[in-house]
């Protein structure tokens, strides 16, 4: 009897229990995992497949987006339309300049050896070059009876102007000039005595003085002083 227990603790010599883990904690880690998957997979049902997007629902969508895009671009175009109407009401003032510099005023407008001088002489040396005096269609170039060689300009409110006795004429008939573009050189063409250039104004096909027209316009063709306006 004593024998047999001393022997047989030689039977667990050397060897150590495993110890295995608790059930209560198994249990919670596969409870956390299965509750996990039940999250997921209620989220995922959640969330709209588009195949499940009725096809009212998606054409409301479309129209949505169609007609906020269409009122976007109607916004832009009545922005442009009031900066367009706002830049041409803010227009620049016109201009009217003097047809040439550094000349000799002479011949006013009037009775002159028993006719009207329907113009002004303004006398300078030959071949110098003058310009409009307003911004106008070129209705004439070219000679034109006892004016010489001539240029006639229409503005925009009617009025004409003709330069006469040129020597030479730089426009064509239809063109349109600006303030300030050359049309001519100045000479003694037609009935002319000496070089100079005669300037005529006319309103409503009759010859008007180009003195007080003129400077109601910002232009002293007497004392040879221009209005400047930023072009």
Sequence with gaps: MRQRLSSEPDRYRGRRRVPTPPRSRYAA???TAFVGAGIVALGASALPDAKDVSPTVLDELKQASVTSQ???ARADNADRASRDSRSKDSGEPEVWLLPLQGYDFNS????R???LHTGVDL??????PYVAIHDGLVTKAGWFGGYGNAVIVQHADGSEAIYGHSSAVSVKEGQQVKAGDQLGLVGQTGHAYGTHLHLEIHVKGQPEDPVP???ER???IKLQVEA???R
Excluded: C, N, R, S
Excluded at 123 to 128: C, F, H, L, S
């Design 29 to 31: 880690v596969v409870t």
């Design 70 to 72: 269409d009122a976007a």
């Design 108 to 111: 006013p407008y009037g009775m």
């Design 113 to 115: 050896w028993g006719k």
């Design 123 to 128: 006398v300078a040396g030959e071949g110098t």
């Design 213 to 215: 027209f003129l400077q």
């Design 218 to 220: 910002g232009v002293d």
């Design 228 to 230: 400047i306006y930023t």
